[in-house]
DNA sequence: CAGGCTAATTGGATCGATCCAAATACGCAA
DNA sequence: TTGCGTATTTGGATCGATCCAATTAGCCTG
């Protein structure tokens, strides 16, 4: 009927900067400042100090902190596609950075459905959080951003942007990609070259759509030829069969990305087609199964790892300077040639392995 | 040199729980009841309230909760190798199930360093996290499993353990999958089997190697042929000379994942020969490229993101009653044949896609 | 030795919520 | 009208840190 006589309270056993301070014998203020480092603490009396924490196993209670000073040492990573393995290198990426400098972050998966990520930067905000990186979900208003502002909360936008208008981003240049493929198709020979690939409109789309406009404009070939079709192996396969049956039917299949081409490449197959023979295919994005695959896959190599990294320093500058000018991080991408587009198949000797 | 005679100062404009009792007309401690949803609250007052809370755009801070409350809605997730895709199916799996009941997860990669497994821990701990799932990096000592119990820190660990008595656990039947595969091979006719890859010692190595074992010795062959190595392509395609210039060479080889399976397949063609005709090679995971590889890749295939989930609701259920039974979930895996293991060749037709 | 200066330390108020015991309001029976 | 039980509401103390103004200690100089 009475609690057990030796309960112990859960969680009482928290040794707290008082305890700290009275072990060391000074005061609680004192104690507060070697925590944080201070230059005003006597270099005898830190060492006090931190005999006592070490002594009595005490640990900072951030939350505490947090109550009064500014920093709370945490942003959120909202990721529209967490599952995809090219954002699993960026956030590895981020946690690199952040590590270094103390930081820890919350991670949210939006799955590209916007009220959930509504949903998760409400929580972020009731968390504190310092700031956060949005891969912004398929569909997210501008509106954001704005309210963004005016709930002060840093941000900085990776991969995709609403608007990069002022504001901090770190991506690739999806355009420059884009055409650097044009341009090594048309010095093949081809001249009919469909765009495949892509049902969600954001910037990455759209940049990759006016890359393939600008260069084939440039070449004077017409840009009209444009499959969108979902993001998924299956997708890839299923939209062979409409690409080789047009009366004008293309000689080259530009795919948004590696699971597109991958998938159209087995489409081919499955036809008793080959790409590579009988239709030049490309990616973008270089996955690892693009070295692999037969033929392996020509594509575009962007580095999701050094994109993560970017965009947590470019948060971490602007955490700390709020009113500092916008940057904008441009990563090159760069055309990895291989046996897909039609080049002449090498030995296998040479291919790459990673 | 003074401030701007309009610098409004930063992070002022929160609105707190005091003002909206006043603009609701009612107490603190009345709204501190609303936001809590007690059934203490006339549906009037509570009305009022929360008009008051969406009318001054109210967001509820957690920090200051914290400091009295017991709990943090936050949860640590510490992963030992967050590049590869398949934690970060993990990973969104974990997501899924945490975001249904309201918690935020920190993210941290150990990259298989114990030093900076125990540098998150100690930070997850000063953000007072409820508790961690923890996929153990190689080398970590059990007696850290010890320090958690002391720390009274939940912890769910997923994939690998340290150990496992009495703890809660969510992983594959690692031993189980690898003789299904052993099975498998010896049906073919296969007798020389070498067990190939992994170089760092923990329980899921163990597990693979233990199954590897008891199915050799269940068939009465010699379990003898064991090649450690890396866990990446280029190891596994090295590691084809070692394997066929023996003096009795193995007519399979088991690999420890699919990462080097795959490998030792580009290794063997670099060499002329072929992996499911002169060499029948298997691997473990199922990823993405497995059954898009010439020949396509027998493996098993676990379900990460379902583990993910699992290991989520563990650990909701241990933070909520941290003195009930340990909990070990196993899931099965599920043996793919494909050509790889020199099955006869079926038609490209059939292939599955994802 | 007083006065001034720097270096080091300190106590009390404070952040924004929760907890708890106590106060208040209301309805109804005696 | 009083008394009482139930339903609501409330003020003050509290969590564990930081901030700031004020104090104390130590040293040098004239």
């Known amino acids: 009927m ?3 006589p030796d309960s112990s309270r859960p969680g ?15 005061s609680r203020s004192t104690v ?8 005003l603490v006597a270099a005898e009396t830190r060492e006090r100090v931190q005999a006592a924490m070490a002594a009595l196993g005490y640990i900072y209670n951030r939350g505490a902190a947090t109550l009064r000073a500014a920093r709370t040492q945490t942003v959120g990573l909202l990721v529209c596609e967490l599952n995809n393995p090219f954002y699993a290198e960026l956030t590895a990426g981020m946690d690199d950075v952040l590590d270094a400098e103390g930081f820890v972050a919350f991670i949210a998966n939006t799955a590209e459905q916007p009220e959930r990520q509504e ?7 009731e968390h504190n959080v310092d700031g956060v990186i949005l891969c912004p979900a398929a569909g997210t208003q501008g509106e954001l ?4 502002d005016r709930w002060r909360l840093p941000c900085v936008q990776a991969l995709r942007f609403v608007s990069d208008r002022g504001r901090d981003y770190a991506g690739v240049d999806y355009q420059a990609g884009v055409e650097t493929v044009v341009d090594h198709l048309v010095s093949l020979g081809h001249s009919r ?3 495949v690939g892509g049902t969600l409109d954001h910037s990455a789309y759209a940049a990759r759509h006016a890359g393939f406009t600008a260069a084939m404009r440039r070449h004077g070939l ?15 396969a299923e939209v062979a069969d409409d690409l080789l049956h047009r009366p004008q039917a293309p000689t080259a299949a530009l795919c948004y990305n590696d699971v597109v081409a991958l998938g159209l490449m087995l489409g081919l197959e499955a036809r008793g087609l080959r790409a590579g023979r009988d239709l030049a295919v490309t990616g973008f994005d270089d996955v690892p199964e693009a070295a692999l695959s037969r033929p392996a896959l020509t594509t575009v190599a962007t580095s999701a790892r050094q994109i993560g990294q970017e965009a947590a320093r470019l948060l971490l ?5 709020p009113q500092g000018p916008p940057e904008r991080i441009i990563l090159p991408s760069r055309l990895v040639v291989r046996q897909s587009c039609g080049a002449p198949i090498h030995s296998t000797h040479h291919r790459d392995l990673s």
Chains 1, 2 share one sequence.
């Open 317 to 321: 500058r602007r955490i700390a300077d």
């Open 12 to 26: 009482n056993d928290r040794i707290t900067l008082t305890e700290v301070a009275g072990h060391a014998g000074v």
């Open 145 to 148: 951003l704005d309210r963004l």
């Open 119 to 125: 949903r998760f930067l409400q929580r972020m905000r």
């Open 32 to 39: 507060s400042l070697v925590l944080r480092g201070s230059p």
């Open 222 to 236: 017409a840009d009209d030829l444009v499959l969108r079709c979902p993001l998924t192996r299956r997708s890839g």
């Open 193 to 195: 070259i469909a765009f």
């Open 2 to 4: 009475t609690q057990p």
